[in-house]
């Protein structure tokens, strides 16, 4: 690679980044269902409406008070919101993927020069579980971008910027926003920089919770989240110890084999080494909380695809690195997102965005429906108040009030009339007026 000067290595640079990005607004081509962003964009939305960053809801009928997560890993959707609008927040969660992987890229310049670096860009960018959730309102974006920042600080031994990175990192996703700056301060042993920058990382979170403005964010988020999870004491999620291991086993391609080679080389070379056992003792301690979820891994990604980097370093070398490549991977990905191939590895679209987007549309927005299946109604619920900004609420759960219900797989009540159906869901309307709901107030 460096055979071909520095033109070629910054068309190199270049031409990895434009792969990323194409990737990474790929799937803005379809339409995306995920779970987690439509629970977060709700809250998102209420923090802009109620003027707050610190008391978050979701809805009145579903964690009225919201504390499964800590608040700061959903600023800057509210910022975007409050300054552009809700179509900034694709681009804004993007470009902080964007670049967590080129802080990737630079840990592993750092250590394997040029060729590393390119490489790691590469193989971080073209990992599914990256480009397929980096461009939607998820927390992974900003934690791995400031997880990954801390961490190669660290690396860098700029302790300060290390503690302060991974201080956002904490407040952010708590215990795994802070590992990847744990591992690396825990490979430098006896430096006690590396143990007062792991200390300064802790001490934000640690006085948010105590102090705990707004009311229940010890409670919820420390013990019925952290803690609960940590113990097993949780029904959901995964038990067994092995899962995030496979996890990164299973989604972290097409780096792995080159994560293999990246280890192999830290056996001859002093420099790569740090970096190495960070990332086999991230690895380590992802087993310890006993009830553990797939994204919980991605974490680890950045770090793991610096190591790669390294490893595909020699034999990016050994081919010379054709001029054309780089850039004939680039003009692929752009072509690749240009023509909504993106599309294709995501879920066929929910009813409420396709055959009942019409009717949804004229629900008012903020508008209490009433939602009834006897398969259960979630996600419908995030479906409906993602897509229509309304607050479904279960039909036997005091939504006698309600103007307008979906409902899957039950028959019409009397004094309703349908106003649209899909092969699964139907929205109604109230044939005649319904008494005003006290819950609407809010």
């Not at 470009?95 to 630079?106: D, E, K, V």
């Not at 031994?157 to 991974?166: E, H, R, S, V």
Request: glycine fraction near 10%; charged fraction near 15%.
């Amino acid at each position: 690679m460096t055979s071909e000067g520095p033109r070629a290595i910054r068309v190199a640079w270049i031409s990895a980044f434009v792969i990323c990005a194409a990737l990474l607004s790929a799937p803005w081509r379809g339409h995306v269902d995920d779970l987690d962003a439509q629970i977060y964009l709700v809250v998102v939305r209420n923090m802009v409406r109620d003027r707050t960053w610190l008391d978050l809801r979701y809805l009145p009928s579903f964690l009225p008070v919201f504390r499964e997560h800590l608040p700061f890993g959903l600023w800057p959707a509210a910022a975007a919101i409050r300054l552009l609008g809700e179509w900034a927040i694709n681009p804004l969660y993007a470009t902080m993927m964007l670049g967590a992987i080129g802080t990737s890229g630079l840990i592993a310049r750092r250590l394997g020069g040029d060729a590393a670096g390119v490489a790691a860009v590469i193989l971080l960018g073209t990992c599914e579980s990256i480009w397929q959730y980096g461009g939607r309102l998820l927390l992974e974006p900003p934690l791995l971008l400031f997880a990954t920042g801390a961490a190669g600080a660290a690396l860098a031994n700029l302790w300060p910027a290390a503690a302060a990175l991974g201080a956002v990192a904490t407040l952010i996703k708590g215990p795994f926003g802070l590992l990847p700056l744990a591992c690396v301060c825990a490979v430098n042993g006896r430096n006690w920089r590396a143990w007062a920058a792991l200390l300064a990382a802790v001490a934000p979170v640690a006085v948010f919770l105590a102090l705990d403005p707004s009311g229940g964010w010890r409670d919820g988020y420390l013990r019925n989240q952290l803690l609960v999870s940590a113990s097993g004491a949780r029904t959901d999620g995964v038990s067994a110890w092995w899962f995030l291991p496979a996890v990164i086993a299973g989604r972290f391609w097409p780096g792995l084999p080159f994560l293999l080679a990246g280890l192999w080389r830290a056996r001859r070379d002093a420099r790569i080494r740090p970096l190495a056992f960070a990332c086999l003792l991230m690895a380590a301690l992802l087993c310890v909380p006993q009830r553990k979820w797939g994204n919980q891994a991605y974490v680890a990604f950045p770090l793991l695809a610096a190591l790669a980097g390294v490893g595909a370093a020699p034999l990016l070398r050994k081919m010379g690195h054709p001029r054309w490549l780089a850039p004939a991977l680039a003009a692929a990905a752009v072509v690749f997102s240009v023509s909504g191939a993106g599309a294709l590895v995501l879920r066929p679209p929910c009813a409420f965005s396709t055959a009942l987007a019409g009717a949804l549309r004229s629900i008012p927005r903020g508008a209490m429906v009433s939602i009834e299946s006897p398969q259960g109604i979630w996600p419908a619920v995030a479906q409906l108040a993602a897509e229509g900004d309304v607050r479904p609420s279960p039909a036997q759960g005091g939504s006698d009030c309600a103007r307008f219900a979906a409902t899957r797989g039950v028959p019409v009540p009397a004094g309703w009339q349908k106003i649209a159906s899909a092969p699964d869901w139907s929205i109604l309307r109230r044939s005649a007026p319904a008494p005003r709901c006290p819950a609407e107030d809010r």
